[in-house]
Structures are given as structure tokens and as C-alpha cells.
């Protein structure tokens, strides 16, 4: 009887284990944060998801897919701070076997934040499934929220 038990449950997470590598994740990570008072954000996107947005028809250089990428993500990204809008400088891509790492830097006055806007679409027309997670570490305060294209922005509020 314990054989068959221990049979049982071990098939059953031979399948679970299956079908958890069938099914992938489709989740962006966006970390926004401040040093030395600037404003930074880290974004990890899937890369093959991230190709597959931009579009494979951009040159073979780095430098095309940097500008690809940059077009990219200011047509679906936006960032305000107390009401002003960011302008955000994508200063590095680092294309990992899985993951494109991207380090930005915000362009905007250094300020005591009350309030972040974010507009976030990245991913949404070409993944069915994504979900955006927007990091927030200011203040003291770790703030997270989901994004998906039922929910394509969020304002987050920092109470002084």
C-alpha cells in the first residue's frame, strides 16, 4: 500500500512538474528607484518576447537593437512624478540568455515623491498573458503593482 501511495504521488509530480515547464511565466519586472538623488529604473523583459515585439526585421548591430529598443519602450511606457512627466534615458541593454536587462535613468528634478504615475503597455498587444510589475522603493517604502492590459496604469501614492 505505501508503494502504491508513494507511486501515486510520485507520478503526480512528474506530471505537475510537466506541466508547470509547459506553461511560461510572462511577467516584466520594473524597479524604480532613487541614488545618489536621481531617479533609476531596472526593467527585465523575456527576450524572446521582447524580440518578437520590437520585431526581427532591426538591423544585426547592437547599436540598431538599442535604438529598436529604446523607440520601443517610449512608445509604450510613460512616468510621471508629482505631476511631471519623466523623461526616461535607456542607458544600457544587457541581452542575457533569457532576460534583456535595462538600466534608465529619469530625467526629472529630484523631489520629495508623493505620487507616481505609470502607463505601461509593454509586451500587452503580443503576449496575451503578460503582467507588468512595477516596483517602487522610495521613502522608506516597497510599493508593488501588477499591470496586464486589463489594468494598462497606476498611480502610486506615497503618504508623508
Not at 30 to 52: G, H, P, S, V, W
Not at 97 to 104: K, R
Not at 133 to 142: L, N, Q, V
Amino acid at each position: 500500500m505505501k508503494l502504491k501511495k508513494s507511486l501515486f504521488l510520485l507520478l503526480g509530480l512528474l506530471i505537475l512538474q510537466r506541466s508547470a515547464m509547459a506553461h511560461e511565466l510572462n511577467f516584466g519586472l520594473f524597479d524604480l528607484f532613487e541614488k545618489d538623488q536621481t531617479y533609476f529604473m531596472e526593467i527585465r523583459l523575456d527576450r524572446a518576447n521582447l524580440i518578437k515585439a520590437v520585431g526581427t526585421q532591426v538591423g544585426r548591430t547592437k547599436e540598431d537593437w538599442n535604438c529598436a529598443l529604446t523607440q520601443y519602450m517610449n512608445e509604450n511606457m510613460n512616468l510621471a512624478i508629482n505631476g511631471i512627466k519623466a523623461s526616461i534615458e535607456y542607458r544600457e541593454f544587457s541581452f542575457l540568455e533569457d532576460v534583456i536587462v535595462i538600466q534608465a535613468q529619469l530625467d526629472i528634478p529630484h523631489q520629495i515623491i508623493s505620487e507616481i504615475k505609470v502607463e505601461n503597455t509593454i509586451l500587452l498587444e503580443t503576449i496575451e498573458s503578460q503582467t507588468n510589475i512595477i516596483k517602487a522603493s522610495f521613502h522608506e517604502k516597497k510599493r508593488s503593482f501588477r499591470l496586464n492590459k486589463d489594468r494598462i496604469s497606476t498611480i502610486i501614492k506615497y503618504e508623508l
